[in-house]
């Protein structure tokens, strides 16, 4: 049972750190970029603050979970922490942003206060996941095919982006109503777009096997549960530019198809790994250690 008060008490610590960076990255952003403070009226379950705290506790567990499992050095558990939660729950919801900002007509201020806000919170909890689990030790493996496997898992990206999207997104009336104001949005460069994005998330799915430790399924399940929470849940946060009834659909969407797609990625990428993993219970680590 001591295993798991630690586990439980590293998570709170990892839980705290996420909020001190929202609410820190919050403040710094806005003062660098000198961005008006965007007016967050309560349009679904949860206030703002409310959404913070609920969301910054999943995102503590995903990353505690990851982080008992990472094989690295300290700077590289700190590296690779930062770079999952600021790349999923931001960096790749920005490029859309940036897209589609011809439509959401948000200020370049805003957009460089909230990377700025972004990149804050992320170092913050990379940091403290850091210090409080060691690496495993476990040397690194060898993954062969990443010449094939990285343009297929690219486009599998992109299946699963507008398979997603018709299948969930676009059967509520909600969603179609809000796109068709003014969304003239063309299919071909969308496509395009997410062939990139597909890019970058396959990366992220290399750079999460390899940094983990255990069995080909627990490494996909960790994979798949990172990809969808730190992904989806900004989607609970207040939004004057998308109502809740529009957001609460998007959330399912996803979650779903980006817990899918990352069970699948890792699966794709662990394909002919041949080193010996343990296929045991996790290895909850009690102090750190570079």
């Not at 094989?71 to 960096?91: H, I, N």
């Not at 007509?105 to 206060?113: A, E, G, K, R, W």
């Not at 969808?228 to 004057?240: D, E, G, Q, R, V």
């Amino acid at each position: 049972m001591k295993i798991y008060g630690l586990f439980a008490a590293k998570f709170a610590g990892v839980w705290l750190a996420l909020i001190i960076g929202q609410i820190a990255g919050g403040v710094i952003g806005q003062m660098v970029a000198h961005a008006a403070t965007p007016a967050f009226k309560q349009d679904g379950p949860f206030d703002l603050m409310t959404a913070v705290i609920l969301s910054s506790g999943l995102y503590g567990l995903v990353l505690s979970a990851v982080a008992s499992q990472m094989r690295q050095g300290f700077w590289g558990r700190m590296a690779v922490a930062f770079l999952l939660l600021y790349v999923l729950e931001s960096g790749l919801s920005e490029v859309e942003a940036i897209y589609f900002n011809t439509y959401l007509h948000m200020s370049n201020s805003l957009l460089f206060s909230m990377a700025i806000g972004a990149v804050i919170k992320a170092a913050i909890a990379g940091l403290v996941c850091a210090l409080l689990w060691r690496g495993t030790g476990d040397p690194a493996e060898r993954f062969s095919g990443l010449v094939w496997k990285i343009p297929l898992i690219s486009l599998l990206y992109v299946v699963f982006y507008f398979g997603a999207g018709a299948l969930i997104a676009w059967q509520s009336a909600d969603v179609r109503a809000y796109y068709a104001q003014g969304f003239d949005i063309d299919q071909k460069q969308l496509a395009l777009l997410q062939v990139g994005r597909g890019l970058i998330w396959a990366l992220l799915a290399w750079l999460s096997v390899a940094s983990l430790t255990g069995g080909t399924w627990r490494r996909a399940l960790l994979t798949g549960l990172a990809f969808s929470i730190l992904m989806a849940l900004p989607l609970l946060y207040p939004n004057p530019l998308m109502p809740w009834p529009v957001r609460s659909v998007h959330l399912v969407e996803v979650g779903v198809s980006n817990f899918l797609f990352g069970i699948v990625a890792a699966l794709i990428l662990l394909r002919g790994v041949g080193a010996k993993r343990d296929h045991g219970a996790p290895h909850l680590t009690t102090s750190p250690r570079s």
